[in-house]
């Protein structure tokens, strides 16, 4: 099955701020150098965002790595501003909840990503977390010990995509899911 995403619906495309937490600079981080929080699982959409955060603060970013058990679409060159980064997957060797981003530097930063979905609170704690330098716990420990705390994942990436089509939803399905995302955009907060 394939997803389509409606970058129109999309919440990503209703705020261009990317709500990102590092480690602080001079410290040796833990596992984990902080967290991302996107708005959707649309790299072409979320990517620009990071990345132009990033770029500020420790370089260009040139290519990433993610683990495609989270990520229905995984384009091999997304366009930023002013350049290209280069994307790559991989299945066993990346926690399926991290993101790695390399820049020209050289410099690698492993980040937790917080799934779109979760509340603020929740994503606030998770950003906290993994960007504290003491955290030794990986992305997927992270998120587990938050989902013991009552905090809840969708079972797939197309859950949470409002325009994916799904072999048992109808068209009445997809409305119902863009209007959940419209929702959910209105009520996110920007955390810097």
Do not use: C, K
């Amino acid at each position: 099955m394939t997803a389509t995403l409606d970058r129109a619906m999309t919440p990503a495309a209703l705020d261009s701020t990317a709500r990102l937490s590092l480690a602080p600079s001079g410290v040796r981080p833990g596992r984990l150098d902080g967290a991302w929080w996107p708005r959707s699982r649309d790299l072409l959409l979320e990517l620009p965002v990071l990345a132009a955060d990033i770029d500020e603060r420790w370089g260009r970013i040139t290519r990433i790595t993610v683990n495609p058990a989270r990520w229905p679409v995984i384009p091999r060159r997304i366009p930023v501003t002013g350049h290209t980064v280069h994307a790559g997957w991989f299945t066993t060797e990346q926690d399926e909840h991290t993101i790695a981003v390399f820049s020209y530097t050289p410099l690698r930063l492993n980040l937790l990503v917080v799934p779109p979905e979760t509340d603020a609170v929740d994503a606030a704690r998770l950003m906290s977390e993994a960007a504290d330098p003491a955290n030794t716990r990986t992305a997927s420990d992270l998120l587990a010990a938050e989902r013991g705390r009552g905090a809840a994942e969708p079972e797939s990436p197309s859950d949470f995509l409002p325009s994916a089509a799904t072999p048992s939803g109808g068209a009445g399905e997809v409305d119902r899911r863009a209007d959940v995302a419209r929702s959910r955009a209105a009520s996110w907060p920007v955390l810097a």
